[in-house]
């Protein structure tokens, strides 16, 4: 029993002598990089027949602005380095719709390409990417609001929407932004 104890204890000695260890290079943290990609909710939101017909007339078009806020950080701001945009919208309306999404500073000054969004009617798979490359679009880094305008258009056999029969017409729309941090 002392013979095998002894050889164990004399194979776990060699281990330690023999093993290989290097000198440690404090200069490879300056070689780190990281490379997070965050997902945003950006706008969700559900028009219905009572948003587009006001005392029994259509109403043109409706926007609304929201804030950006994302960007809000020089963190942000220094790293990032493009967005992917994904859109989704159900239109259950007999009609076309056009949404122009707009990205604006804190000024309302346009920050990128409005981009704009033909949905046809009675379409409930409609998906869209938008790919923003900040080298070829600094200014996106400026944005702070997005502008948000659903457009009725006009039928094409002269009919107008019941404001009595329920539809609806649901935009989402999300962003995954890249970050390159060292």
Do not use: A, Q
């Given at each position: 029993m002392k013979s095998i104890f002894k050889y164990i204890l004399t194979f776990i000695v060699m281990l330690c002598i023999s093993s290989c260890v290097d000198d440690l290079d404090f200069n490879q943290a300056k070689d780190l990089e990281i490379t997070p990609a965050v997902n945003i909710s950006l706008i969700k939101s559900r028009v219905n027949q009572n948003n587009l017909v006001v005392g029994g007339t259509e109403v043109g078009s409706i926007s609304e602005v929201s804030t950006?806020?994302?960007?809000d950080n020089d963190v942000a701001r220094d790293n990032l380095e493009r967005a992917v945009l994904r859109f989704e919208i159900i239109n259950n309306f007999s009609r076309?719709?056009?949404?122009?999404f707009?990205?604006?500073?804190?000024n309302d000054v346009r920050t990128y390409t409005d981009i704009i969004l033909n949905v046809t009617a009675n379409q409930t798979d409609f998906a869209l990417e938008e790919e923003i490359i900040l080298a070829d679009n600094p200014n996106f880094i400026n944005s702070r609001k997005i502008n948000v305008e659903l457009t009725l258009?006009?039928?094409?056999d002269g009919?107008?929407?019941?404001a009595n029969t329920p539809n609806?017409?649901?935009f989402k729309s999300a962003g995954t932004f890249y970050f390159r941090v060292n």
């Open positions: 950006f806020t994302i960007l076309d719709f056009r949404v122009t707009t990205l604006l500073d804190e258009l006009p039928s094409s009919s107008t929407l019941d609806s017409l649901t």
